[in-house]
């Protein structure tokens, strides 16, 4: 008899995702205390998993300038991404996310505040424009598929120029991501008011107009497939500027931090084999790796840091020892030059559902048997069972697989790799010393049950070489003759 591991009791949801950042001009342009903390776009459970991709090498942004004169050049920034998913995945969620940094206004006047950027955006051939409405909202909904996340300097500090704000571009392109696959983004300035050149100064094809500049595009495609992996998720997304530098009139470290609140979690601390925080910043540390900070349940987990002010910077941490069954909160925090926060994302992951088949399916407590059996069949479509891990194999988390060489079970893949079930799909056989499996279950508390006859769930771990986590039960026969 066959059964799966328990799963995460979690409605299937879509996910959404990380992006390419944006960093300012000097003197930087940002509300630099935390107050747009990040937004929670997507919490759910899934079977499957996520990929995410963007530029984080330091490349410098691109500099878009309005389109004014019939002599400008068409301005604009073409990428390609490359996603690769599973053959047998299907894709739940796409998400395209473009983000810029100092977007200017009328001949770009350091003393003018800026405006949200205006852009036109494709994607594999699609094209949408996003222009802002009056009034400009935060964050503005364009009713096209996109949202614009935007923050911007304010004029309640000591330097009241260069009040320009920076973006996050969030689209959904689910209809658009088909699978694996190179997929091409474009964005442009489509400033709705542009203004030319500033009086009494000469032409210049990239300067003294409305502009922005953006660091490129990042792509998130959230992927499902039978007995994937299950996970727990939280996304969110948005734009904080922060800054820390009270010398110069701006915010403490205490209030250059914006968070992100992971409520309402469905696991159960036990259950889980890994968690993960990722978080999404840019311009962070200006390539000093010991400043700004990221903490999750008030500690320290470690810097955020970017490789450069003009590049993006994507930091993971283990949060498995800090995790909560309440809450999970967050933060991340500037202590001393300056960072924009785009995202942070939570990740929860129990062990992948495994098939498993122990036999004999009746084990007589006072036999001679050498052996109790377990054949372990993983998701075809996810992983080979050539890659389990003999060695991390338990039953019960208290009885390895033997690994002894001079068994040929153990040294020999023509014998521990088999069809045992002939449905096609290859199993790993493994075997526990008998003598220990029933002195285990003469120790266990059959819950009232009287008599000679009991059942008994016995669940069989393992890891794969790469350490990914796997968990598959089932259910035996306990008779004691005599009894």
């Given at each position: 008899m066959?059964?799966?591991?328990?799963q995460?009791?979690?409605?299937?949801a879509?996910?959404?995702?990380?992006?390419?950042?944006?960093?300012?001009?000097?003197?930087?342009?940002?509300?630099?205390?935390?107050?747009?903390?990040?937004?929670v776009?997507?919490?759910?459970?899934?079977e499957?998993?996520?990929?995410?991709?963007?530029?984080?090498?330091g490349?410098?942004?691109?500099?878009?300038?309005c389109?004014?004169?019939?002599?400008?050049?068409?301005?604009?920034?073409t990428?390609?991404?490359t996603?690769?998913?599973p053959?047998?995945?299907?894709?739940k969620?796409?998400?395209?996310?473009?983000?810029?940094?100092?977007?200017?206004?009328?001949?770009?006047?350091?003393?003018?505040p800026?405006?949200?950027a205006e852009?036109?955006?494709?994607?594999?051939?699609?094209?949408?424009?996003?222009?802002?409405?009056?009034?400009?909202?935060?964050?503005?909904?364009?009713g096209?598929?996109?949202?614009?996340?935007?923050?911007s300097?304010?004029?309640?500090?000591?330097?009241?120029?260069?009040?320009?704000?920076?973006?996050?571009?969030?689209?959904?392109?689910?209809d658009?991501?088909?699978?694996?696959?190179?997929?091409?983004a474009?964005?442009?300035?489509?400033?709705s008011?542009?203004?030319?050149?500033?009086p009494?100064?000469?032409y210049?094809p990239?300067?003294?107009?409305?502009?922005?500049?953006?660091?490129?595009?990042?792509?998130l495609?959230?992927?499902?497939?039978?007995e994937?992996?299950?996970?727990?998720?939280?996304?969110?997304?948005?734009?904080?500027?922060?800054?820390?530098?009270?010398?110069?009139g701006?915010e403490?470290?205490?209030?250059?931090t914006?968070?992100?609140?992971?409520?309402?979690?469905e696991f159960?601390?036990?259950?889980?084999v890994?968690?993960?925080?990722?978080t999404?910043?840019?311009?962070?540390?200006?390539?000093?790796?010991?400043?700004?900070?990221?903490?999750?349940?008030?500690a320290?987990?470690?810097a955020?840091?970017a490789?450069?002010?003009?590049a993006?910077?994507?930091n993971s941490?283990d949060?498995?020892?800090?995790?909560?069954?309440?809450?999970?909160?967050?933060?991340?925090?500037?202590r001393?030059?300056?960072?924009?926060?785009?995202n942070?994302f939570?990740?929860?992951?129990?062990?992948?559902?495994?098939?498993?088949?122990?036999?004999?399916?009746?084990?007589?407590?006072?036999?001679?048997?050498?052996?109790?059996?377990?054949?372990?069949?993983?998701?075809?479509?996810?992983?080979?069972?050539?890659?389990?891990?003999?060695?991390?194999?338990?039953?019960?988390?208290?009885?390895?697989?033997?690994?002894?060489?001079?068994?040929?079970?153990?040294?020999?893949?023509?014998?521990?790799l088999?069809?045992?079930?002939g449905?096609g799909?290859?199993?790993?056989?493994?075997?526990?010393?008998?003598?220990?499996?029933?002195?285990?279950?003469?120790?266990?508390?059959?819950?009232?049950?009287?008599?000679?006859?009991?059942?008994?769930?016995l669940?069989?771990?393992?890891?794969?070489?790469?350490?990914?986590?796997?968990?598959g039960?089932?259910?035996?026969?306990v008779i004691?003759?005599?009894?």
């Amino acid at each position: 008899m066959k059964t799966k591991a328990k799963q995460l009791k979690l409605g299937i949801a879509a996910i959404v995702c990380i992006i390419a950042i944006s960093a300012m001009a000097a003197p930087a342009a940002a509300n630099y205390a935390g107050d747009h903390p990040l937004t929670v776009y997507e919490h759910g459970g899934i079977e499957g998993g996520l990929v995410y991709e963007t530029v984080t090498d330091g490349s410098a942004y691109t500099v878009l300038p309005c389109k004014v004169y019939p002599q400008d050049p068409d301005y604009g920034l073409t990428q390609t991404i490359t996603i690769n998913i599973p053959d047998c995945a299907v894709v739940k969620t796409a998400r395209l996310y473009n983000c810029y940094t100092w977007s200017t206004s009328d001949n770009d006047t350091t003393g003018v505040p800026g405006v949200p950027a205006e852009a036109e955006l494709t994607f594999n051939g699609v094209t949408v424009t996003c222009q802002n409405p009056a009034p400009i909202t935060n964050p503005i909904d364009y009713g096209n598929g996109v949202i614009q996340y935007w923050d911007s300097k304010g004029q309640g500090y000591v330097s009241k120029t260069y009040d320009y704000p920076s973006g996050t571009f969030a689209w959904d392109v689910t209809d658009l991501v088909t699978g694996s696959g190179t997929y091409i983004a474009k964005i442009e300035n489509a400033d709705s008011t542009p203004t030319g050149m500033r009086p009494g100064y000469p032409y210049y094809p990239d300067k003294y107009r409305e502009r922005f500049a953006t660091y490129g595009f990042g792509l998130l495609v959230v992927y499902e497939m039978d007995e994937g992996p299950v996970v727990e998720y939280w996304v969110t997304e948005g734009c904080d500027l922060l800054y820390n530098k009270t010398a110069y009139g701006y915010e403490t470290a205490e209030n250059a931090t914006t968070k992100a609140v992971f409520a309402d979690p469905e696991f159960e601390l036990e259950d889980i084999v890994s968690a993960e925080l990722i978080t999404v910043v840019s311009a962070s540390n200006y390539g000093i790796f010991d400043m700004n900070m990221v903490l999750f349940n008030d500690a320290a987990v470690g810097a955020s840091t970017a490789v450069s002010h003009k590049a993006i910077g994507v930091n993971s941490f283990d949060v498995l020892d800090l995790l909560s069954e309440e809450q999970n909160i967050a933060e991340i925090q500037d202590r001393g030059d300056y960072e924009t926060a785009r995202n942070a994302f939570l990740v929860v992951e129990l062990p992948v559902p495994a098939s498993v088949t122990i036999e004999p399916e009746t084990l007589n407590l006072n036999s001679n048997g050498q052996w109790v059996t377990a054949y372990i069949e993983l998701p075809v479509c996810y992983c080979d069972v050539a890659n389990i891990n003999a060695s991390t194999v338990s039953l019960n988390d208290t009885i390895p697989a033997v690994t002894d060489p001079q068994y040929s079970f153990v040294t020999d893949p023509n014998i521990y790799l088999t069809d045992h079930d002939g449905d096609g799909i290859q199993e790993r056989m493994v075997k526990f010393n008998r003598s220990a499996v029933i002195e285990y279950l003469e120790t266990i508390d059959f819950e009232g049950e009287t008599g000679s006859d009991k059942m008994v769930e016995l669940t069989v771990t393992e890891n794969l070489f790469d350490g990914t986590a796997f968990e598959g039960c089932d259910t035996v026969r306990v008779i004691t003759p005599g009894e």
